[in-house]
């Protein structure tokens, strides 16, 4: 067709055809999704970076200022800084981590530039990681032994300390695991019979006979930990004193003489003369303490150990919890119940009880959960322990309680994903059903819930994604800066759900800021909220896992 | 190359209204004045028209028997005191244009209306006897006396071999043996045996939908029902899948008392021994097929079979 025989078409604008097109908001959408994911990731990358680079030993400089001072420590930051008022010339400082907190009383100082005449990477320079008083940053010069000198100098001194100071510390390791371990077996046996002394007594008063034999229990009991204190006692005396005396001693840059106790050191590294591997030694064996070990210092060094294991444990029993409840909710409301204006309201009011800030479930968690049902269950289980100690079992915050909380913060999720997986079941399934005979529940176990469950699925994955990053209910129903005694542990019964527990999340807002030296806490803070995070991550990914398997079990790709 | 296309006679909705000024502008079919006009446009009027009923539906053995059944859908009647008797072991179709009631009939035999919040009935209707609309009634036993096949294929999110036997499953059936035996009858009634007896313990929804829906005749039959019931069984299958299903009607005549409701007459003629038309909730007449399809009393039915309406 030439262009002549053409009917001249109403011509369209590039206004219309742009609408008509839609690519403008091809562009909006796109770039809205592109403005997500960068956010999103941006976050991810940026804790994950500053959360695992925590561990990596970094060079140790050697400051010398114009004025004098020396100053050995880690370069944290680089800045611009303005110098006149206007801003108009600037300088560069750098940020230290310095250390030697008992000398300079700071962790972190900052330094001009033009303050500094020399930088230098001393080879014996070494990171002293101490059980108190934080990080130490000198030269290893003396290692002694009372008034005896083992070795002198830096290489001698170093090459005795890493003979020496393994034994040290698995004696200063055991030592401790006698105190709090096995101590507090015995103490435990001991509570408990005096605590049933206290339950004969209430049972049939002092003159029974049960009070009697309680008493005898009681004092045999004693007898047995006595004895097995005392053995303990010995024991830990011979370790300590084996540890007794060993010392080592650091020069600091400034020449201050620093002694340590040789099982004082958790782990030394002298970054500047370790090779890559070296390096990647240390790296990981703090990685491996971290995740390991309790926590020591006001919880911003040591591991978090009681705190993963109280954030896994919480968020598990809050599924398995919260799953039957939303999901028998849901049944009934989707299933059973006669739609109308009753169960439009119920439906709103489930709605709106996911807005309701968590700290009111935290609340209502405590007055109800702890003080109405935990003292009721004291009242009748565990009344020796109130009278005699006057210590509530349950009837405060703890691991049960703190999981029932937040299954109740996190039903309105799963009951609405439950109910739009029931919807989402179509109505010809459950048609054929009962064309077969089937009755209703019938249906809905065979037909309906396996059809329904990688959605319901879906939901108990928001719900275990929003509890496991809960903080504040938690602070009122069980979570403790320091619980040491994990609520699933080897001691009979295995399981104390009464137990307090710590948990990462709030364990974030305590090192970071309510410790007394935040800056030094700070990269211990993005390392916990990486693990965190892939902590939630891990526990996601099984459950998607799990609804994948059920999904493919339950629908095919064809159609 | 040409494609010989197939022809299939697809009824279109018609409504009352498009009927009467039809009717008005005397361009019918059948002519000005005809009778035909006259009983449909007295049907769409709402008044009661009598069914005109064959004598040979009456000299057959009934199994189920529909006694002035009425249906509202809230205050909106569906079903107009429909009367019939479906012969045992015989094939009996239902046809008419859509919303004339057919498949709600269908489904007011096994009671699946029970589940529309808004369903009032009266009248009744008699499996071998028995009153299904009696209060005593169990709905669920009564529902084990039927198989049903739905428009759309919906084998349930489970094996072929549990789709099978679903409805043993649910009685608490747990013997092995009991169960393959009536899985393999049942397949091999469908005419499905031959194509899955080497995956029975594969998803059925990987099944194509000829097949899915082989496999819920197969799910129907499982429990030796007293009537089939088939809602428009072919309406969302190919031609080759319509066939084989056809087929399998053809099979199961003399078995089992099918009634099947079509929207395709030549499926209806092809294979039913008996025909009913409807027409707005109406039974309009009921007949052996051959007589509906060739010589039937109104011209009215004549007209909707050989599709010149409807």
């Not at chain 1, 939303?326 to 439906?347: C, D, N, Q, S």
Request: hydrophobic share 45%.
């Amino acid at each position: 067709m030439s262009s002549e025989t053409r009917r001249p078409r109403r011509l369209g604008s590039a206004h219309t055809s742009l609408a008509a097109h839609g690519e403008p908001w091809i562009w909006l959408t796109g770039g809205g999704l592109a403005l997500a994911i960068a956010m999103i990731t941006g976050l991810l990358a940026f804790i994950a970076i500053r959360g695992a680079s925590t561990f990596w030993p970094a060079p140790l400089e050697l400051l010398e200022l114009s004025d004098g001072r020396r100053v050995l420590g880690e370069v944290t930051a680089n800045e611009e800084m303005p110098v006149s008022a206007g801003g108009a010339a600037t300088a560069r400082r750098r940020l230290v981590r310095t250390e030697n907190f008992e000398i300079s009383g700071n962790h972190y100082e900052w330094f001009e530039d033009r303050s500094i005449a020399a930088v230098s990477l001393p080879r014996w320079a070494t990171a002293v990681e101490r059980m108190e008083s934080g990080r130490l940053h000198g030269t290893p010069s003396r290692l002694l032994h009372g008034d005896e000198v083992i070795a002198e100098g830096p290489e001698k001194t170093w090459r005795e300390f890493e003979r020496l100071h393994p034994p040290a510390m698995a004696r200063w390791r055991r030592a401790l695991r006698i105190d709090r371990h096995d101590r507090g077996v015995l103490q435990r046996d001991l509570r408990a019979a005096r605590l049933a002394v206290v339950q004969a007594d209430l049972d049939g008063g002092r003159q029974s006979a049960g009070y009697a034999r309680a008493l005898e229990a009681e004092k045999r009991v004693a007898q047995r930990t006595g004895e097995q204190s005392a053995r303990l006692d010995k024991e830990t005396a011979s370790l300590r004193g084996q540890n007794e005396g060993w010392a080592v001693e650091f020069l600091a840059a400034d020449g201050t003489k620093i002694p340590v106790r040789l099982d004082g050191i958790v782990r030394a590294w002298q970054p500047n003369r370790l090779s890559f591997l070296g390096k990647a030694g240390v790296y990981f064996s703090r990685w491996w303490e971290f995740l390991s070990d309790d926590p020591r210092e006001a919880n911003s060094a040591g591991g978090v150990f009681p705190a993963i294991w109280g954030t896994v444990a919480m968020t598990l029993i809050m599924a398995l919890l919260v799953a039957p409840f939303g999901m028998l909710a849901a049944l009934y409301l989707r299933e059973y119940a006669t739609p109308g204006p009753v169960t439009t309201a119920i439906r709103i009011a489930i709605n709106n009880l996911a807005g309701v800030p968590s700290i009111v479930y935290g609340a209502f968690g405590l007055g109800f959960f702890c003080y109405v049902l935990g003292s009721g269950i004291d009242d009748i289980f565990f009344q020796p322990s109130l009278v005699a100690d006057n210590q509530p079992t349950f009837g405060t915050g703890g691991l049960l309680w703190a999981s029932l909380t937040l299954a109740l913060l996190t039903l309105p999720v799963v009951i609405v994903a439950t109910e739009e997986a029931l919807s989402a079941v179509p109505n010809s399934m459950r048609e054929g059903s009962y064309a077969c005979g089937a009755g209703k529940w019938q249906t809905i176990r065979r037909i309906v819930l396996p059809r329904a469950l990688p959605g319901i699925m879906t939901g108990l994955i928001l719900a275990m994604a929003r509890g496991a990053g809960e903080v504040a209910p938690l602070m009122l129903v069980g979570v403790k800066k320091l619980a040491l005694d994990l609520p699933i542990d080897g001691t009979f019964p295995f399981i104390h759900p009464e137990r307090e527990f710590m948990h990462l999340a709030y364990l974030i807002y305590d090192v970071g800021f309510q410790s007394p030296n935040s800056q030094a806490a700070k990269p211990v803070v993005f390392t916990i909220t990486f693990l965190l995070v892939t902590i939630i991550a891990l526990l996601n990914l099984t459950a998607i896992w799990i609804r994948s398997r059920l999904k493919r079990r339950h629908l095919s790709q064809q159609f | 190359m040409t494609v010989q296309p197939q022809i299939f006679i697809t009824p279109t909705m018609q409504s009352p209204m498009d009927l009467q000024r039809t009717q008005a502008a005397g361009q019918t079919g059948s002519g000005a004045e005809s009778p035909i006009t006259d009983r449909l446009a007295s049907v769409a009027a709402g008044r009661d028209v009598p069914s005109e009923v064959h004598e040979q539906v009456l000299l057959e053995n009934p199994v189920l028997e529909i006694d002035r059944f009425n249906l509202w859908y809230g205050g909106k009647q569906a079903i107009h005191s429909v009367t019939m008797a479906i012969p045992l072991n015989k094939v009996t179709a239902l046809v008419g244009p859509s919303g004339c009631g057919k498949s709600t009939l269908l489904r007011s035999v096994n009671r699946l209306n029970d589940l529309v919040q808004s369903v009032r009935v009266t009248g009744d209707m008699r499996l071998n006897g028995d009153s299904i609309y009696d209060p005593r009634m169990d709905v669920i036993e009564l529902r084990k006396r039927m198989g049903m096949v739905f428009q759309k294929p919906n084998p349930f999110p489970m094996s072929i071999y549990e789709n099978v036997v679903y409805s043993l499953r649910i009685d608490g059936e747990h013997s092995r043996g009991v169960l393959d035996e009536v899985c393999e009858l049942s397949l091999r009634g469908a005419a499905l045996w031959d194509e899955v007896k080497d995956r029975l313990h594969d998803s059925a929804l990987g099944l194509s939908g000829g097949q899915q829906q082989r496999l819920c005749i197969a799910r129907a039959i499982a429990a030796e029902p007293e009537v089939l019931l088939l809602d428009e069984p072919c309406s969302a299958l190919d031609p080759i899948a319509t066939g084989k299903v056809e087929d399998l009607i053809q099979e199961l005549r003399g078995r089992y008392s099918v009634l099947i409701v079509t929207h395709n007459m030549q499926q209806a003629s092809r294979t039913s021994d008996f025909t009913a038309f409807m027409y707005l909730g109406r039974l309009i007449e009921y007949g052996p097929t051959t007589e509906i399809f060739t010589k039937p009393i109104l011209r009215e039915t004549e007209a909707y079979v050989t599709g010149r309406f409807g």
